[in-house]
């Protein structure tokens, strides 16, 4: 490949390498009743019957996609890109003006290209306006990769817009800890965001009098909150803790373009969110000091992996609004792009920033939606004049305070479940009246007053009973019998790694926000990249599962295995263990 010459020519000629844009050749995938995208020849002066047609159409695909719906003009059904006249493209806009103020929904050109025939396509998104004040659609990014990568200064960058001083300026405005400064390296999760208005405008701290998380929530239709990750091999287990429980909708491996390899943190990091079922799209930092060499290694040994046996995905280094574009419909399925950026002199972080605003989030399934409510919880803390907050993620249903009918349990501990009141909700910080499935929320909590049963708000007390005790894992579940938990499981699981073939072995258990050691058997040995059935047993205490939850394995010698619950057994009793 290339040997010398300087990074940003090395990063070109890498670029090119790899996958064009999809659309490149004239025609785009045909369009399908369900999703977002919508495809439109042209809207000229449309009838008021036509019209409310329109309409209609742009409400079915704005909930398709969660408050976002995009439009391709000068389009065919068939994805034949076709064109429009300049005044036909105006009177296009025009109407979708007009539909998006029937719906309250902000419109912004994305793209417009100019086709050999002389005529235009444009890329049109649609973004509801906020309904109230805390109304904003919200996409959770597991920042990921190994130490050192940059992910603590690529977020500072994006949430302060200040770049760093390649001495790691940027990452001081998110680390927690003390060691972490001293050592540059992250050993516990955080959580920072950024909003985009209905425009698309990025909002974060360096925008002007935005100081807070209530700040950016207020002026944002949409939010993007980043779970910066730990690197290093000391502290994977809370890595994948996090994977596990705070329920990513994209994972973003960050990787620097200067060591000349993809490390094997990076790798484990890719393989787990893949078998998660998470879409994965890949940052190369640090190509401002990257050499033609180091870039050329970096990116041969990163497509090696991409194309090897179980990740089987198709890299697309974006280097325009085209292909970040174009990319856009192929996250979810077998594509991955790849940015190369730089936080010290910004390069390409505004192509970065606009995938961030355009990023989809997959509308939610209505069986989940009007399931009873299950909560999952993360954090617990004790708030002064308000008593016990669960901090988590609401994985079915809705809650809605005051809560007017159902009955909520919280536990287990040590297999018991107590009743719970939700007095108040919170949503990054700002209060809210309804939660539903997929959001993140933290809940005031009041449980019954010992020696009553509880009728009259009176009744609750902000702390839960002396002999029940609050933990990360528990769970808050709507239901009108006190819910059951388990000791054991059966789950269809796939080794990734092992030194020779798993049948027994001893390590931790991730399912969600649960983290505790487990004994897994399987029947015959399981050789790496295969899969089977194993048995799974608890042994501390017996957990709230459900068949279909995803759990991670991690045993000693980095062993690591992925599946999902398929049975449950030894259901807890009072004599039971």
């Known amino acids: 490949m290339f ?27 045909p369009e399908i009743e369900q999703g977002n995208i919508e495809y439109k020849l042209k809207l000229v002066d449309p009838s008021p019957e036509r019209l409310q047609h329109l309409v209609t159409q742009l ?43 029937a719906l309250q929904a902000d419109h912004t050109t994305i793209r417009e290209r100019t086709l050999p025939n002389g005529r235009i396509v444009a890329e049109i998104l649609f973004r509801k306006c906020l309904e109230d004040d805390h109304h904003f659609l919200e996409i959770r990014v597991a920042i990921l990769g190994s130490h050192d990568s940059g992910k603590s200064s690529l977020i500072g960058t994006l949430t302060h817009q200040e770049p760093d001083n390649g001495k790691g300026k940027a990452r001081l405005n998110i680390l927690r800890h003390t060691h972490e400064i001293e050592t540059g390296r992250s050993s516990s999760l955080s959580y920072q965001i950024i909003g985009f208005d209905p425009h698309g405008t990025l909002v974060n701290y360096g925008c002007h009098m935005v100081s807070t998380w209530e700040q950016i929530c207020s002026k ?13 091999p000391k502290y994977q287990r809370t890595t994948l803790g996090g994977l596990t429980g705070s329920d990513p909708h994209y ?14 943190v ?49 890299p697309v280094v974006i280097q325009g609004k085209d292909d970040l574009v174009a990319a856009m419909p192929m996250v979810n ?35 989940i939606l009007d399931a009873p409510a299950l909560y999952q919880i993360e954090e617990i803390y004790d708030v002064p004049n308000i008593g016990c907050v669960a901090g988590g993620i609401l994985k079915h249903g809705q809650i809605r305070v005051p809560v007017k009918s159902g009955q909520f349990f919280i536990g287990p501990d040590r297999g018991k479940f107590i009743p719970v009141m939700i007095s108040s909700m919170q949503r990054q910080r700002c209060t809210v009246r309804t939660v539903r499935a997929g959001q993140a929320a933290s809940l005031a909590v009041k449980f019954p007053t010992e020696g009553t049963i509880p009728v009259l708000d009176e009744d609750w007390q902000p702390g839960p009973p002396k002999d029940f005790k609050l933990r990360r894992g528990q769970v808050i579940v709507e239901t009108d019998q006190v819910p059951s938990c388990y000791w054991e499981f059966e789950a269809e699981m796939t080794l990734l790694n092992h030194p020779n073939k798993l049948q027994t072995e001893q390590g931790v258990l991730h399912c969600g926000s649960i983290r505790q050691n487990c004994r897994l058997t399987v029947q015959e040995p399981l050789e790496p990249g295969s899969r089977a059935n194993a048995v799974c047993k608890l042994m501390n205490e017996p957990e709230y599962l459900t068949v279909g939850r995803t759990v991670i394995f991690h045993g000693t010698g980095n062993i690591r295995c992925v599946g999902k619950i398929t049975r449950l057994l030894n259901k807890h009793t009072t004599h039971s263990r």
Request: hydrophobic share 40%; net charge neutral; charged share 20%.
């Open 3 to 29: 040997t010398k010459g300087n990074p940003r020519e090395s990063f070109q000629m890498a670029a090119n390498s790899f996958l064009a844009s999809s659309d490149k050749d004239g025609r785009l995938p």
């Open 251 to 264: 994972a973003c491996l960050v990787m620097s373009a200067n060591v000349g390899y993809m490390p094997d």
């Open 59 to 101: 409400k079915w695909r704005l909930a398709e996609g969660c408050g976002e719906a995009f439009y391709e003009l000068g389009v065919s059904d068939k994805g034949t890109l076709v064109g429009l006249s300049k005044k036909d493209l105006r009177s296009s806009l025009e109407t979708m003006r007009r539909m998006g103020q």
């Open 333 to 367: 399925q077998s594509v991955i792009p790849i940015f190369l950026v730089s936080t010290v002199t910004g390069d390409h972080l505004d192509l970065l920033t606009a995938f961030l605003n355009l990023l989809p989030k997959h509308n939610t399934h209505p069986e």
């Open 266 to 314: 990076s790798k484990e990091h890719l393989r787990i969110s893949l078998e998660l079922n998470v879409p994965v799209f890949i940052v190369l930092s640090k190509i401002d000091i990257a050499t033609a060499d180091q870039l050329t290694r970096t990116i041969q040994d990163l497509l090696v992996y991409l194309h090897s046996p179980g990740v089987n995905r198709i």
């Open 220 to 232: 944002s239709s949409k939010i993007v909150t980043f779970m910066d990750t730990c690197g290093h």
